[in-house]
């Protein structure tokens, strides 16, 4: 158990099973990074290559994958805890509508880090994978916990969904602003379908159950006052909780977090840090740059993982998930997590610690720890909750982008109930670079602007300083955008597939199958060097022998759902008087009688 040697990427986890396909997606994140929201995607459509990031994947299959599932893919986040990207991608624009603020209780947050997918098939049938992590959804470089079942109907051991279809529920009313209907009648379905679910408990575990913390059916405090033995794995503690420990608890956290109680709220326990080689794991598969700095209540680095284990007898429990070990997790805040029972010898604290030359444990890459004998003030992570909680309470105070035409190009002016601030602080719509910042409240206006710098992402950056201490921090809110083109992210598309050479890499995508994986292959392959117009018009050579019967044919032959995404693009790729780009003479004749033959079905 939580092997050191052992890693594993969440993408894996967002790929369907053989013989399935990704039907819906909802997920919870306490910080969200756009660009780790956009390589979801990616995963669910379970190209070889998603586990290199971003940046490893072809443009033409993370813009299908985006376009195929932003509509089906659900996430909530913390109002104001949108993480501004340090390389804005045009692609978001078909993301923006999947991404929900929640409010947060009065002074706690909204905290649970979870995935549900649902999966189908041939049949219609559903398969539900429950995913609860200690990892937000971002290119975070922390040592995270992760707990994956698929549900299971013939389970020996089993844990009842219903307490997570009960939590999506209770989510749709916390939300910032209402949702799209479709999107919450789609989140609705999911908890319906899930409902009466069984996952299985992970072995060697042999019962377990759901825990949602700070809902209508929250959890309290599992720990008992008493055990045989007890481990805490936590990033952040507090006094109140760790008094609420069985005596001689593992307390396995960070230095600074030590230090900030001291030691005489420590006493009693055995205290642990990762040891300085372990504290910087390999960089993850999300952007590793952002503008945001650390945010109160969490790290990106080092240690991340959230797990409270105590014996008693012969069994062992463990709780698993989002929730650290301070009192605002267990008193306020809205987190889940997963609560295992199983025999002692194999789950219990001394599974967790141990350590052999024949298996490497936690104790290997741990070392002890003494804290300082008084409390040291963190000015600086108490005036990130500051900034925090301002961010929070600006997302929920209508922010808005009006846009207007201007003479070169569109003019964008931010809107906001402000209310009252802290230090310094400045906005600009996330697409733009950070020289374009306004001051909030003063000439919040931007000129000369393109269909893709327009945004419903607004970035904001809070300067605060108390004592010779001076903090600033970056995020982004959803703002409502307000007179913007009906068909912007059909311009953006456009603009991303504006040669013909990229319009035909994305048909080869949608229609790609085993008997055409020569012409693929060289759509795939080509280069762009080829002679042609200087704007890049021209049809290179190697297009002239391109047959695209073929590809349509056995599309169509097939029935699964290729031709419908190629009229979808294709509609999306005619301006505004339903021409398309020039595909070559017979390209439309071609695809107006395999459409005319695909209606008549």
Known sequence: MLKPDERHLFVDALRPPTGWRLDAAVATTYTLDINSLLLAPLSMAAYDHADGGIDGAAPHELLEAIRRYAERTTVFCQAGGIVVPGTYRKLTVFAEESVIEVAPPPGRVFHPKLWLLRFTNVAGDYLHRFSCLSRNLTGDRSWDTVLTTDEAAQAMNGMSAQPLARFFEDLLASTVRPMAASREALLRDMAETVRDRVFEVPPPFTAGELFPIGTSEGRDWPVPEAADRSVVISPFLDAGTVKRLPRQTAIVSRAETFDRLGARALSGHDLHVLQPHADAPPDDVGDAVDESGDRAGEVKSGL???????????????????????????????????????????????????????????????????????????????????????????????????????TDGYVVAFRIDAGPLLGETSIRPVTLKEGYDRRLGTNNTWTGLGHSDLTEFVAVRTSLSLDGVEVERTS?????????????????????????????????????????????????????????????????????????VEPLVRAFARNDGSLDRVRHLLDDLRDDEGALPDLGPDFERLWQVVSNAQEAR
């Open 304 to 406: 991340h993982a959230k797990v409270l284990a105590w014996d008693i007898g012969t069994t062992g429990h463990l709780l698993t998930g989002s929730a650290n070990a301070t009192s605002a997790a267990f008193d306020g805040n809205i987190e889940f997590g997963v609560l295992l029972h199983g025999p002692a010898s194999r789950c219990g604290v001394a599974a967790i610690m141990k350590d052999s030359d024949n298996e490497i444990g936690l104790p290997r890459i741990l070392q002890p720890h003494v804290p300082s004998d008084d409390p040291v003030p963190d000015l600086t992570y108490d005036l990130e909750r500051q900034i925090e909680q301002l961010h929070a309470a600006l997302a929920e105070r209508n922010p808005t982008f009006v846009v207007n035409e201007g």
């Open 476 to 548: 982004a809110l959803r703002a409502v955008l307000v007179g913007a083109p009906d068909d912007r992210a059909r311009r953006v598309l456009r603009e991303l597939l504006s040669r013909v050479e990229d319009i035909l890499r994305y048909l080869a995508l949608l229609l790609r199958d085993p008997g055409i994986d020569d012409i693929a292959d060289a759509l795939l392959d080509a280069t762009n060097d080829e002679p042609g117009d200087p704007d890049g018009s021209a049809r290179p050579a190697w297009l002239d022998d391109l047959v695209m």
